[in-house]
C-alpha cells in the first residue's frame, strides 16, 4: 500500500441487460416445473439482481487478458512458472514496460494474484464493488407482467443435441429479461502516491471490455449482453468524513477520460 487513504471515489450508474440476463443462483428447493438454472434472488424480495463478485470478476479477467500478452491473449497466471509476482514483473520476462505498468494498475485496483503466488503477500484491492440491486421502475414492471414465467424472470429453452446419436436433450435456463435495469454503485479507494486518474481510467476500461463482452453465464448462446452508464462522479476526502458531509461533486469531472459509450446522456435541464 503506497500510504494514508486519502480519498474515496463514488462510480455509480446503471446496468442495462440487452439480451437476457443469466447469473447462477442456487437450484436448492427448486418446485416442479421450475428451470433447470436459475438465477441468484435476494431471500427477502426475491428480486435477482447482480452480485458485486460477478462484475468485479469479469472486469478484472477482461483487463487481464488484454494486457497479459501484446493484444488479447492468455491470462496473467499463464505467463508465469516460478518465484514471487513483483520478481517476474520486475524481469520483464517478455513483457514491454507498458504492460508491466498495467499490471501493476490492475493488481492496485483489484488486489489479486495469480493461484501459484499464494506465499507473497496480496495487496488490498482499492475498488469497492457494491451487489446491483434491480431498479424499482423494473421492479415494478416485471411485477405487474404477466408474460413472465416466474417471478421477475423469463425461461428459455434450450436443446442440448448429442452429436454422436442426435438425441436430444432440453433444459431450461432462468433469466432476467431484456429491458431490466439495475444500479451500479462502486468505491475507489485512493491512497496517497496514488496516480487516481489511471485508476480510474483502468476502471472505467474494465467497463467498457464487460460491455463489448458479456455478464453472467451463456454469453456465446446469447445471453448477458448489458449497457452499462455512469452517473457523474462524486468523492469524499478526510475533511469530509471529520465534518460528516455528503457525497461531493468530484473536482476532476472534465479531466476524467469515461468512454463515450459508457457516458450518460444529459437531460433537456443539463443541456440548457
Not at 195 to 215: M, P
Not at 248 to 256: A, G
Amino acid at each position: 500500500m503506497n500510504g494514508q487513504l486519502t480519498k474515496k471515489i463514488l462510480i455509480s450508474g446503471t446496468i442495462t441487460s440487452k439480451t437476457g440476463l443469466h447469473i447462477g443462483g442456487n437450484n436448492v428447493g427448486l418446485s416442479i416445473g421450475g428451470a433447470d438454472a436459475t438465477v441468484v434472488r435476494n431471500p427477502l424480495t426475491n428480486e435477482p439482481y447482480i452480485p458485486g463478485s460477478s462484475l468485479k470478476g469479469k472486469m478484472r479477467s477482461l483487463l487481464e487478458k488484454v494486457y497479459a500478452v501484446n493484444g488479447f491473449g492468455p491470462s496473467i497466471g499463464e505467463h508465469i512458472q516460478n518465484g514471487p509476482f513483483t520478481e517476474y514483473l520486475k524481469a520483464g520476462n517478455g513483457l514491454t514496460e507498458e504492460q508491466v505498468k498495467n499490471l501493476n494498475s490492475i493488481i492496485d485496483i483489484f488486489g489479486t494474484m495469480p493461484e501459484k503466488m499464494k506465499d507473497e503477500k496480496k495487496p488490498t484491492s482499492r475498488l469497492i464493488v457494491r451487489d446491483c440491486e434491480m431498479e424499482k421502475n423494473s421492479v415494478i414492471k416485471l411485477t405487474s407482467s404477466k408474460d413472465t414465467d416466474m417471478p421477475f424472470t423469463e425461461v428459455k429453452t434450450e436443446v442440448v443435441i448429442d452429436r454422436i446419436t442426435s438425441a436430444a436433450t432440453p433444459r431450461q435456463l432462468e433469466r432476467v429479461p431484456a429491458g431490466a435495469v439495475f444500479n451500479m454503485r462502486m468505491i475507489l479507494n485512493v491512497y496517497d502516491g496514488d496516480n487516481e486518474k489511471e485508476l480510474l481510467d483502468k476502471v472505467f476500461e474494465g467497463l467498457a471490455l464487460v460491455q463489448n463482452d458479456y455478464l453472467g453465464g451463456k454469453g456465446t448462446r446469447g445471453s448477458g449482453e448489458v449497457d452499462i452508464k455512469i452517473s457523474p462522479l462524486k468523492y469524499k476526502d478526510k475533511k469530509a468524513y471529520e465534518e460528516q458531509s455528503e457525497w461531493k461533486n468530484y473536482e476532476e469531472q472534465d479531466k476524467v477520460n469515461i468512454p463515450t459509450e459508457l457516458k450518460q446522456e444529459k437531460s433537456e435541464e443539463e443541456k440548457k
